[in-house]
Every structure is written in C-alpha cells, then in structure tokens.
T-cell receptor, first 114, second 115 residues
C-alpha cells in the first residue's frame, strides 16, 4: 500500500511570508496528525483530525497556524506569517482510526525561515 | 508533568556490536510505549509497541523491554549494522479516553554505527 505523501519536501521562505504544506494520508485512514519537529527534538503534535473534524489542536499556535481537512482525506497546514522559530520539519501521520495504535509517518517537509 | 526522557543523547558503536538505549517516562495514565526509528530526512517508522501487560517484544535484531513499575524501557540492538545508524525515539501514549493518538515523544537517541 502507498504510504503517507507530503509536499513539498523542502521550502525556504523569508520571515513574515506565508507557506502551505500538503498531506495525503494512507487510503482509508480516518485519523490524520500534523507534527512539528525542531532539530534535535522529538515531534510535537500540532493538530489531530478524525475524518474532517478536529480532535486536538491544543498545541497549534492559532494566531499564525491553520489546518484543514475538508473532505476527510487530504490536509493542508498553513503558516501565516512565518517566524524564524518556525524552522522545523513538519511531519504528517495517519492511522486507521483514533483507537489504532499504529501511526504511519510521511517523509516530512523541511521548512527554513530566513 | 508528562515527560519522556531518553539516554544517551548520542552513541557511536562499531559494526557488529550490541547496544542498549534507555527511556524513562513519567506519563499518566499509561496506555502503551513505542520505539520508533527515524532515518535522516525520513519520517519515524515504528519498531515495537508494548502495552502495560507486555514486558518484552522483539522485531528482528531489535528487542524492547518495559518495566511499568519503574516506568523504564530499553531498546536493545543486536549485531548492529551500518543501516542501524538513525535516531531512535521512545514514545508513550497517554490518554484515559482511549484516544491512542495522544503521544508524548522523547528527544531521541542518535546512533551512529561505524565500520
């Protein structure tokens, strides 16, 4: 089966610019996660979707970050405006459902804000 | 505060040698503990998942142990290979509602295997 797809793989922007990341989860997976991984640290959950509804966005900086999963399949994560501290790898993961132990991660998008 | 701490932060070993990575956690309520392998430039890949009742689980040359009483886990790698060079992340699931997606990640141990 195809894995979790993400694009772009790399992005370099200047601070105060906007950026969007795209994720296509494994077919049939109801739960989708966005993580931020700063260099040298473990991933931090930004937002969790169950189908097209938000389950947890408690750690999402809502003043600049937004995410949507309109049809319960693909998802986009947007940052507007970007700050230097947003430089990180943004990982998307999916699982069959909210009770499933196994999460499958995509390759990530490496964002550099200059 | 729910935390997962790993040691050592980094490790260098020679090919063919064994090594053990440590994970201590202070997470409640505890649901399960996972070890992930993350190659450079890739997303994490699950190696093992252990629930409260399991104290050991193997996946090829990887063996994870769990002591739920002391809240410690270890990942033992046998007969290391160059391809084992990666970051190994300990992750604990904590959610009393049954949402197994609520994960707390350690900072990872970076393993380098040298020929």
């Amino acid at each position: 089966e195809a894995g979790v797809a993400q694009s772009p793989r790399y992005k370099i922007i200047e601070k105060r610019q906007s950026v969007a990341f795209w994720c296509n989860p494994i077919s049939g997976h109801a739960t989708l996660y966005w993580y931020q991984q700063i260099l040298g640290q473990g991933p931090k959950l930004l937002i969790q979707f169950q189908n097209n509804g938000v389950v947890d966005d408690s750690q999402l900086p809502k003043d600049r970050f937004s995410a949507e999963r309109l049809k319960g399949v693909d998802s986009t994560l947007k940052i507007q405006p970007a700050k230097l501290e947003d430089s990180a790898v943004y990982l998307c993961a999916s699982s069959k459902d909210i009770l499933s132990y196994e999460q499958y991660f995509g390759p990530g998008t490496r964002l550099t804000v200059t | 505060k729910n935390q997962v701490e790993q040691s050592p932060q980094s490790l260098i070993i020679l090919e063919g040698k064994n090594c053990t990575l440590q994970c201590n956690y202070t997470v409640s309520p505890f649901s399960n503990l996972r070890w992930y392998k993350q190659d450079t430039g890739r997303g994490p890949v699950s190696l093992t998942i252990m629930t409260f009742s399991e104290n050991t689980k193997s996946n090829g040359r990887y063996t994870a142990t769990l002591d739920a009483d002391t809240k410690q886990s270890s990942l033992h790698i046998t007969a290391s290979q160059l391809s084992d060079s990666a970051s190994y992340i300990c992750v604990v699931s904590a959610d009393g509602s049954g949402n197994t997606g609520k994960l707390i990640f350690g900072q990872g141990t970076t393993l380098q295997v040298k020929p």
